[in-house]
C-alpha cells in the first residue's frame, strides 16, 4: 500500500529524499502540468518574509522532511 505522499508524488520516500528541491519541483510541475511552489507553514500575519532566518541548507531541508514523513 502506497503512502499519501507517494501516492500524491508518484515517487518513493526514497527517491523523494535523493532528490534536490529543483529536481523534485520539475518532476511535480511535469506530472500536474502546473507550476510548483514551496511555501511556509509559518502562521504569517500581514507582509513579512517567510524566509526570515534566510535560505535553508539541504541538510535542512532533510531534517524537516524526516520530520514530516515521521508523522505519516
Not at 503512502?3 to 511535469?30: D, K, M, W, Y
Not at 504569517?44 to 515521521?70: P, Q
Request: proline fraction near 4%; aromatic fraction near 6%.
Amino acid at each position: 500500500m502506497l503512502s499519501h505522499i507517494e501516492s500524491l508524488s508518484g515517487l518513493s520516500v526514497a527517491q523523494i529524499r535523493s532528490f534536490t528541491p529543483e529536481e523534485l519541483r520539475s518532476h511535480l510541475e511535469n506530472k500536474n502540468g502546473k507550476p510548483f511552489q514551496y511555501v511556509s507553514e509559518f502562521p504569517v500575519v500581514g507582509r513579512g518574509n517567510v524566509l526570515r532566518d534566510g535560505l535553508y541548507s539541504r541538510e535542512d531541508i532533510d531534517r524537516d522532511i524526516d520530520k514530516i514523513l515521521a508523522l505519516q
